[in-house]
Protein backbone atom coordinates (compact mmCIF):
# COMPACT_ATOMS: atom_id res chain seq x y z
CA UNK A 1 0.00 0.00 0.00
CA UNK A 2 1.31 3.81 -0.87
CA UNK A 3 2.36 5.61 2.07
CA UNK A 4 -0.31 8.45 0.58
CA UNK A 5 -2.78 5.95 1.42
CA UNK A 6 -1.29 4.86 5.12
CA UNK A 7 -1.19 6.51 8.51
CA UNK A 8 2.59 4.97 9.23
CA UNK A 9 1.13 5.35 13.00
CA UNK A 10 -1.51 3.39 13.01
CA UNK A 11 -1.44 -0.45 14.55
CA UNK A 12 -3.02 -2.62 16.64
CA UNK A 13 -1.77 -2.20 20.00
CA UNK A 14 -3.40 -5.45 21.46
CA UNK A 15 -0.86 -7.54 18.64
CA UNK A 16 2.55 -5.85 19.91
CA UNK A 17 4.80 -7.88 21.68
CA UNK A 18 6.02 -6.57 25.50
CA UNK A 19 9.15 -4.71 24.92
CA UNK A 20 10.10 -4.39 28.55
CA UNK A 21 12.45 -7.23 28.15
CA UNK A 22 14.00 -6.37 25.08
CA UNK A 23 17.41 -3.93 24.03
CA UNK A 24 17.18 -1.65 21.30
CA UNK A 25 20.21 0.07 19.91
CA UNK A 26 18.67 3.62 17.77
CA UNK A 27 21.13 5.61 14.96
CA UNK A 28 19.56 8.53 13.70
CA UNK A 29 21.29 10.56 11.19
CA UNK A 30 21.92 14.41 11.92
CA UNK A 31 21.31 15.64 8.34
CA UNK A 32 17.92 16.79 8.21
CA UNK A 33 17.68 17.59 11.59
CA UNK A 34 14.28 18.70 11.81
CA UNK A 35 12.81 15.61 10.16
CA UNK A 36 14.87 12.96 11.90
CA UNK A 37 14.52 13.69 15.57
CA UNK A 38 10.67 13.85 15.13
CA UNK A 39 10.90 10.38 13.82
CA UNK A 40 13.34 9.74 17.20
CA UNK A 41 10.76 11.31 18.87
CA UNK A 42 7.76 8.96 17.74
CA UNK A 43 10.12 5.78 17.82
CA UNK A 44 11.07 6.26 21.96
CA UNK A 45 8.02 6.89 22.93
CA UNK A 46 6.29 4.01 20.86
CA UNK A 47 8.93 1.79 22.31
CA UNK A 48 8.44 3.25 25.97
CA UNK A 49 4.72 2.99 25.73
CA UNK A 50 5.02 -0.74 24.93
CA UNK A 51 7.35 -1.17 28.09
CA UNK A 52 10.79 -0.66 26.54
CA UNK A 53 12.73 0.77 29.92
CA UNK A 54 14.58 4.13 29.13
CA UNK A 55 18.19 2.11 30.31
CA UNK A 56 17.38 -0.37 27.48
CA UNK A 57 17.83 2.07 24.94
CA UNK A 58 21.37 2.54 23.55
CA UNK A 59 21.07 5.58 21.11
CA UNK A 60 23.69 6.94 18.91
CA UNK A 61 23.79 9.95 16.02
CA UNK A 62 25.87 9.98 12.78
CA UNK A 63 26.17 13.19 10.65
CA UNK A 64 24.53 11.42 7.44
CA UNK A 65 21.77 8.99 6.21
CA UNK A 66 25.01 6.94 4.29
CA UNK A 67 26.08 6.56 7.70
CA UNK A 68 23.45 4.75 9.83
CA UNK A 69 24.82 0.97 8.18
CA UNK A 70 28.26 1.92 9.55
CA UNK A 71 26.82 3.02 13.06
CA UNK A 72 24.36 0.80 13.10
CA UNK A 73 27.56 -2.03 13.31
CA UNK A 74 29.52 -0.29 15.98
CA UNK A 75 26.81 0.33 18.05
CA UNK A 76 26.03 -3.49 17.63
CA UNK A 77 29.59 -3.94 18.39
CA UNK A 78 28.94 -1.91 21.60
CA UNK A 79 25.95 -3.18 23.01
CA UNK A 80 23.85 -5.88 23.42
CA UNK A 81 20.70 -5.16 21.37
CA UNK A 82 17.77 -7.48 20.28
CA UNK A 83 17.20 -5.04 17.69
CA UNK A 84 18.89 -2.08 15.64
CA UNK A 85 16.67 0.77 14.53
CA UNK A 86 18.36 3.37 11.68
CA UNK A 87 16.63 6.39 11.31
CA UNK A 88 17.34 9.15 8.39
CA UNK A 89 15.45 11.26 5.98
CA UNK A 90 17.13 11.39 2.53
CA UNK A 91 14.97 14.09 0.13
CA UNK A 92 15.17 13.79 -3.57
CA UNK A 93 17.27 16.56 -5.29
CA UNK A 94 18.29 17.37 -8.52
CA UNK A 95 20.60 14.69 -8.73
CA UNK A 96 20.12 10.77 -8.27
CA UNK A 97 22.41 11.01 -5.35
CA UNK A 98 19.47 10.24 -3.24
CA UNK A 99 18.57 6.76 -5.13
CA UNK A 100 22.60 5.97 -4.00
CA UNK A 101 22.37 6.96 -0.23
CA UNK A 102 18.97 5.20 -0.48
CA UNK A 103 20.05 2.04 -2.00
CA UNK A 104 23.66 1.80 0.06
CA UNK A 105 21.79 2.73 3.40
CA UNK A 106 19.54 -0.30 2.17
CA UNK A 107 22.19 -2.73 1.14
CA UNK A 108 24.14 -1.80 4.37
CA UNK A 109 21.39 -3.01 6.85
CA UNK A 110 20.39 -5.80 5.08
CA UNK A 111 24.00 -6.91 4.73
CA UNK A 112 24.29 -6.10 8.73
CA UNK A 113 20.96 -7.90 9.81
CA UNK A 114 22.10 -11.39 7.99
CA UNK A 115 25.60 -11.07 9.15
CA UNK A 116 24.76 -10.53 13.00
CA UNK A 117 21.56 -12.11 13.49
CA UNK A 118 19.78 -9.02 14.72
CA UNK A 119 17.05 -6.91 12.81
CA UNK A 120 18.25 -3.83 11.27
CA UNK A 121 15.10 -2.04 10.73
CA UNK A 122 15.19 0.77 8.04
CA UNK A 123 13.69 4.00 9.55
CA UNK A 124 14.87 6.23 6.71
CA UNK A 125 12.33 8.21 5.03
CA UNK A 126 12.94 8.73 1.03
CA UNK A 127 10.60 11.69 0.17
CA UNK A 128 10.47 13.77 -2.99
CA UNK A 129 10.34 16.98 -1.02
CA UNK A 130 10.54 18.49 2.26
CA UNK A 131 6.38 18.86 2.69
CA UNK A 132 6.33 14.79 2.22
CA UNK A 133 8.85 14.36 4.56
CA UNK A 134 6.82 16.43 7.51
CA UNK A 135 3.75 14.69 6.53
CA UNK A 136 5.87 11.47 7.43
CA UNK A 137 7.41 12.71 10.58
CA UNK A 138 4.68 13.37 12.36
CA UNK A 139 2.78 15.15 9.66
CA UNK A 140 -0.56 13.91 8.09
CA UNK A 141 0.49 10.40 7.18
CA UNK A 142 1.89 9.61 11.10
CA UNK A 143 5.36 9.06 11.75
CA UNK A 144 7.59 6.53 10.37
CA UNK A 145 9.63 6.61 13.71
CA UNK A 146 6.50 4.80 15.17
CA UNK A 147 6.08 2.07 12.54
CA UNK A 148 10.15 1.48 12.84
CA UNK A 149 9.52 1.01 16.77
CA UNK A 150 6.47 -0.95 16.30
CA UNK A 151 8.37 -3.36 13.52
CA UNK A 152 11.49 -3.42 15.95
CA UNK A 153 9.29 -4.65 18.80
CA UNK A 154 7.79 -7.11 16.59
CA UNK A 155 11.09 -8.49 14.73
CA UNK A 156 13.18 -8.67 18.13
CA UNK A 157 10.27 -10.66 20.45
CA UNK A 158 10.61 -13.18 17.22
CA UNK A 159 13.88 -13.59 17.82
CA UNK A 160 13.67 -14.11 21.46
CA UNK A 161 11.04 -16.61 20.78
CA UNK A 162 12.45 -18.05 18.43
CA UNK A 163 16.00 -18.51 20.97
CA UNK A 164 13.12 -20.61 23.03
CA UNK A 165 14.00 -24.25 23.49
CA UNK A 166 11.44 -26.32 21.78
CA UNK A 167 9.40 -29.32 22.98
CA UNK A 168 9.51 -30.88 19.12
CA UNK A 169 7.69 -30.54 15.93
CA UNK A 170 5.31 -32.79 16.19
CA UNK A 171 7.98 -36.69 16.08
CA UNK A 172 7.65 -38.68 19.26
CA UNK A 173 10.72 -39.83 21.05
CA UNK A 174 9.27 -43.57 21.08
Known sequence: ????AKNLSSYDATQIPDASELTFGIVVSDWNATITHALYEGCVQTLLQHGAKQENLHVIQVPGSFELPIGARMLASAQKVDA???IGCVIKGETRHN????QAVAQGLTQL????????IFGLLT????????DRAGGKHGNKGVEAAITAIRMAALGRNLQQPTTGIGFSDR
Open 84 to 86: LIA
Open 113 to 120: SLMTGKPC
Open 1 to 4: MATA
Open 99 to 102: EYIN
Open 127 to 134: PEDEQQAR
